[in-house]
């Protein structure tokens, strides 16, 4: 029905920027809230930021000022600007879409991505 493709994880140095891309693809008629979660091994997963299909935008206290949200509607892609990344930034970090697939019963579902790895080395 509907793939998320993320890619743009890596490893880095303290201060330094990365970005993150994840593509939906499929049989989609329409995609709403896109997000950035993260998660680290024992640790719940938390929403990082996530923006409307009409570009209102939201962030966890923890990346506020350093990390920015926004998407391409027409390319069906959301993106995650890090800069000034710390140690405490690293996680495996995950995307998230609530969309309406072309389905017999045209409901949202919220699909996620396989996930992408963020070093932030000291």
């Known amino acids: 029905q509907v793939q998320l493709v993320e890619s743009g994880g890596g490893l880095v140095q303290a201060g330094g920027s990365l970005r993150l891309s994840c593509a939906a693809s499929g049989s989609i008629f329409s995609i709403n809230r896109m997000s950035w979660y993260r998660q680290t091994p024992g640790k719940q997963r938390e929403l990082v930021a996530a923006?409307?299909?009409?570009?209102?935008?939201n962030y966890a206290d923890s990346v506020k000022g350093r990390f920015t949200i926004s998407r391409d509607n027409a390319k069906n892609t959301v993106y995650l600007q890090m800069n000034s990344l710390k140690p405490e930034d690293t996680a495996v970090y995950y995307c998230?879409?609530?969309?309406?697939?072309?389905?017999?019963?045209?409901?949202?579902?919220?699909?996620w991505g396989q996930g992408t790895q963020v070093t932030v080395s000291s």
């Open positions: 998230s879409t609530d969309a309406v697939p072309y389905t017999t019963t045209m409901a949202q579902y919220r699909y």
């Open positions: 923006i409307t299909s009409g570009g209102r935008t």
